[in-house]
């Protein structure tokens, strides 16, 4: 019997040991997509304790109390922070199978050397001992980055962003570039009128330009999509459902836009083809600045109106979706590489039942410009566990090349994800190691090396601009 956690963890042959060890362990992490706050890192904080590091924010694990019969005034209310561990301490043991249940263990054990399984009769002493070392400068945010190895950071950030963390954290000379990315999706959310026209008078005011127009609309925008490149921006990202590809003509945009600003309610029609547009100049302005765009699609969000009423959105009440995707994307996609005009793009999926589908329609717009142009990125929020990620693997595998895959990202708001890396890096070379001693790849452990190398580092580093950055 194995113990748990121990050097050895998830690989479960020889050659998965020595491909890990050997090759994968010590690769810098690229995390080209996560929610970190750049304040925090700007001003390199220490965090009061293990909750306001470990919990604050986290809906992975404010939805596991939920289940577990937790009130929510432990979970996003007024309670104690002490007692809010507490409860989650009590959570734990049930997480069991949770993929919960080894990122907590794991990351206990990265950053605070506690080798002991969290529960109740644990939790004070835990509590104690890394609330006291989150005291220490030793503990501040840039310490935990740079203490994983972290070469680079792609924050999320709205087109009205000032960028002022950036800006110092590139000033301060830290040793780990953090860059911002070009998230527009309140831009072209026309859902409610009334809050996007709210969004349109903040942007007159930061891109100082008169909105009155489709035409300054667009103009105002690309001028921060501008600022964001002049700030080291080389990423953008889209959050949807589904991608929106309706036919349309420039004049109904035009009246769907005046309407929009004297907030009147759009139909259904009118919310497509206005989305659809605007989607479509976004990838036009990447393109020709050669970003790399990215598109997290198949998430219904907000499925709890009372708990989206009580405690707001990003709260833990989102889930898989079952939207129809291959017709709008394939549409998508093609409009742009019709004209030669489709950049860098990766598609990230929630639904494994459409992970084929993602994998054979990413495999449509390679050209042979670059290696792996198109990515079927890799597996996403309810899929970075074990599971979802050696089918995203296999899906990949069996439909393109495993080869060019541009590694793991956290997705993360908390500063102690980043053993999501080494997660992603044990389960791949397992993967690898089992095909190999099954005889059904050779075994060529310094070719194979290479490649896990590749993917865990090397593609992401040649795919995006950062060197440049």
Not at 128 to 156: F, H, M, W
Request: proline content about 3%.
């Amino acid at each position: 019997m194995k113990n748990f956690l121990d050097q050895d963890f998830l690989l479960q042959t020889d050659t998965a040991k020595r491909l890990y060890h050997d090759y994968a362990a010590d690769m810098p992490i690229i995390d080209y997509h996560c929610h970190l706050p750049p304040d925090q890192i700007a001003n390199d904080i220490n965090f009061d304790n293990l909750t306001a590091v470990w919990l604050n924010g986290d809906h992975y694990k404010w939805r596991a109390m939920r289940a577990n019969g937790v009130d929510e005034s432990y979970i996003t209310g007024n309670k104690p922070d002490k007692e809010k561990f507490e409860q989650w301490a009590a959570t734990v043991p049930y997480t069991l199978r949770n993929p919960l249940y080894h990122w907590t263990h794991l990351e206990l054990q990265r950053y605070f050397g506690i080798d002991s399984r969290l529960m109740p009769g644990t939790a004070n002493d835990i509590y104690n001992d890394c609330t006291a070392k989150l005291q220490s400068p030793d503990y501040t945010v840039r310490k935990l980055i740079t203490g994983r190895n972290v070469e680079v950071i792609c924050t999320t950030d709205d087109p009205l962003d000032s960028l002022e963390y950036h800006q110092k954290i590139k000033q301060d000379n830290f040793g780990v570039k953090v860059l911002p990315a070009f998230r527009p999706d309140k831009a072209m959310n026309c859902d409610d009128t009334k809050v996007l026209n709210a969004y349109i008078n903040q942007l007159e005011i930061v891109a100082d330009t008169v909105v009155n127009s489709f035409e300054s609309y667009l103009h105002a925008l690309k001028k921060r999509h501008h600022y964001f490149a002049a700030n080291g921006c080389c990423v953008s990202d889209h959050g949807l459902e589904r991608l929106h590809a309706d036919e349309y003509t420039d004049s109904e945009i035009v009246a769907i836009f005046n309407k929009i600003r004297q907030e009147q309610v759009l139909t259904p029609v009118e919310r497509g083809k206005f989305k659809s547009a605007m989607l479509y100049h976004f990838a036009l302005w990447d393109h020709e600045k050669g970003w790399v765009q990215q598109y997290h699609l198949g998430a219904i969000r907000n499925n709890s109106s009372r708990g989206l009423r009580q405690v707001g959105p990003d709260t833990g009440r989102d889930s898989i979706g079952d939207f129809s995707q291959a017709r709008n994307l394939s549409k998508f996609l093609d409009r742009l590489d019709a004209d030669d005009r489709l950049t860098k793009t990766i598609i990230y999926n929630l639904n494994p039942a459409d992970n084929e589908l993602m994998a054979t329609m990413a495999g449509n717009f390679n050209d042979g410009s670059i290696a792996g142009k198109i990515q079927f990125g890799s597996a996403w929020w309810f899929l970075d566990q074990k599971d979802g990620m050696i089918k995203q693997l296999n899906a990949i595998s069996n439909m393109g090349l495993l080869s060019r895959l541009v590694g793991m990202l956290t997705d993360s708001r908390s500063f102690l994800s980043f053993p999501r890396h080494e997660y992603f890096r044990r389960i791949l070379c397992n993967l690898l190691g089992d095909d190999i001693e099954n005889g059904e790849l050779p075994n060529d452990i310094q070719w194979t090396g290479k490649i896990v190398q590749d993917i865990c580092y090397f593609n992401a580093k040649n795919y995006f601009d950062f060197d440049k950055k």
